[in-house]
T-cell receptor, first 114, second 111 residues
Framework: SQTIHQWPATLVQPVGSPLSLECTVE??????LYWYRQAAGRGLQLLFY??????ISSEVPQNLSASRPQDRQFILSSKKLLLSDSGFYLC?????????????FGPGTRLLVL | ELKVEQNPLFLSMQEGKNYTIYCNYS?????LYWYRQDPGKSLESLFV???NGAVKQEGRLMASLDTKARLSTLHITAAVHDLSATYFC???????????WGAGTKLIIKP
């Protein structure tokens, strides 16, 4: 069966500090991978998605970036965090052309920028 | 531009009652997804609706899709407290499975 991991689970960072959030998927090959952000009490905002190694599409211009160095690894980064970067970051995966055609979410990372 | 609208955005109801959450979307799509989110938790997939007229049921929840009306409904039958959560619908935008999300419906069921 497939599993998705995210770490850390919780992070408190000062403004201007760097960020690295990691997401890994097990039990599937060549998944689509996604990074979302959810502000408190709000809906989901798609930040990045990737259809393959090294292929990143950005949905929202901001000070965040994403990388996919391996097939099942997706990293979200920032060189300098802003207060507005606080939120709940969710990684998700999906696979095309299967009977489980949906996005599956990781447990999330709660980020607080102070 | 594809837009997805859910209503209501907030719903407080008593146990034992029935209610329906609506999800309207603005352009043609035949793939719609429902998710549940408990407070402070991640999202859990509830239903995948992949064709016009699709109906799926799990316990007290039933979801349906009318692609001609661009409408999906999530019906709750004889609500129980454990169903309290935020429910999101999402519509597939293209073959890369990029989803457009509704704002979510926060459902509170009072015992």
């Amino acid at each position: 069966s497939q599993t998705i991991h995210q770490w850390p689970a919780t992070l408190v960072q000062p403004v201007g500090s760097p960020l690295s959030l990691e997401c890994t998927v097990e039990g599937t090959s060549n998944p689509n991978l996604y990074w979302y952000r959810q502000a408190a009490g709000r809906g989901l905002q798609l930040l990045f998605y990737s259809v393959g190694i090294g292929q990143i599409s950005s949905e929202v211009p901001q000070n965040l970036s994403a990388s996919r160095p391996q097939d099942r690894q997706f990293i979200l980064s920032s060189k300098k965090l802003l207060l507005s970067d606080s939120g709940f970051y969710l990684c998700a995966w999906s696979v095309l052309y299967t009977n489980q055609e949906t996005q599956y979410f990781g447990p999330g990372t709660r980020l607080l920028v102070l | 531009e594809l837009k997805v609208e859910q209503n209501p955005l907030f719903l407080s109801m008593q146990e034992g009652k029935n209610y329906t959450i609506y999800c309207n979307y603005s352009t043609t799509s035949d793939r719609l997804y429902w998710y549940r989110q408990d407070p402070g938790k991640s999202l859990e997939s509830l239903f995948v609706l992949l064709s016009n007229g699709a109906v799926k049921q799990e316990g007290r929840l039933m979801a349906s899709l009318d692609t001609k009306a661009r409408l999906s409904t999530l019906h709750i039958t004889a609500a129980v407290h454990d169903l309290s959560a935020t429910y999101f619908c999402a519509v597939d935008m293209d073959s890369n499975y990029q989803l457009i999300w509704g704002a979510g419906t926060k459902l509170i069921i009072k015992p």
